[in-house]
């Protein structure tokens, strides 16, 4: 088993470009999550899919947007990336949203110049 | 507001010794509390759950307490060794609102052979 897959690993965009960070998961779980993590800031969760076929915001969703492709697939999308959003992303998944252990992806790093 | 709090100075312990970390929280009432270890470029991955009603839990040379009146966790690494240094994790179950989890910022542990 792979796990959490993200790809890609790292990105450079210039202000205004758009990317779709993928990720996929092999573990048959139900709940995905997209995270990123910046200096002095924790983990903060952006979007999450509590079961295949919904999504829901987090902390921080303002500038991005998901789409829970199938059971494996969640995928994070920047329409119009800006500086403030350079960070390393991580997506992980859990069995359920309640009570579960997550599983974490290797991450993506992005500079938004 | 809620908040998390984990010592962001980083913990320096020599070998053998026994490393103590600390997570703090405030407006919360928490059913359960994950401890996670994170390595530079590398997404976290799970060590231990302690429940609200368990004062504490073991795995090998790791333990992990948990005192909801004092609203704090003790994350102990007894015997520590080189190979433990890494950041360490704490992470909350919100028990309402629309997303369950909030992780504090961690603590970054080096352990000196």
Redesign the interface.
Known sequence: NAG?TQTPKFQVLKTGQSMTLQCAQDMNHNSM?W?RQDP??????IY?SASEGTT????VPNGYNVSRLNKREFSLRLESAAPSQTSVY?C?SSLL???E???????TRLLVL | SQKIEQNSEALNIQEGKTATLTCNYTNYSPAYLQWYRQDPGRGPVFLLLIRENEKEKRKERLKVTFDTTLKQSLFHITASQPADSATYLCALDRTSGTYKYIFGTGTRLKVLA
């Open positions: 959490v999550y995270y002095g800031m924790g983990l903060r969760l999450y829901d915001k987090g902390e991580f992980a949203q309640t009570q252990t997550q599983y974490f992806g290797p991450g």
